[in-house]
């Protein structure tokens, strides 16, 4: 059974920093493409990042370029996502999702990311 478990969400401020975490079983981790998306209220399902099953290709939607950094461990099955210069339109459920920028098969639960001061 596929299963995708993320943490590290919190209320912070806007400029402030954090490092969401996925940890990934059932399913050869290190063979897949993995990705983050998000979620803001009232709004549909946002792709922000995804990464190459090895780490070597990473792309970024537009509005996090250059703030948000994906990255992962194979040898751990974990996923993360170092979010930097929050802002508060970067408010959402952020979810971990097996698949690319163009189609994935598997969520996680979420996580809630709030930047408010």
């Known amino acids: 059974e596929v299963q995708l478990v993320e943490s590290g969400g919190a209320l912070v401020q806007p400029g402030g920093s954090l490092r969401l975490s996925c940890a990934a079983s059932?399913?050869?981790?290190?063979?897949?493409?993995m990705s983050w998306v998000r979620q803001a209220p009232g709004k549909g399902r946002e792709w922000v990042s995804s990464?190459?099953?090895?780490?070597?290709?990473?792309t970024y939607a537009d509005s996090v370029k250059g703030r948000f950094t994906i990255s992962r461990d194979n040898a751990k099955n974990t996923l993360y996502l170092q979010m930097n210069s929050l802002k508060p339109e970067d408010t959402a459920v952020y979810y971990c999702?097996?698949?690319?920028?163009?189609?994935?098969?598997?969520w996680g639960q979420g996580t809630q990311v709030t930047v408010s001061s």
């Open positions: 990464i190459t099953n090895r780490g070597g290709i990473t």
């Open positions: 059932g399913f050869t981790f290190s063979s897949r493409t």
């Open positions: 999702a097996r698949g690319n920028s163009y189609t994935q098969d598997y």
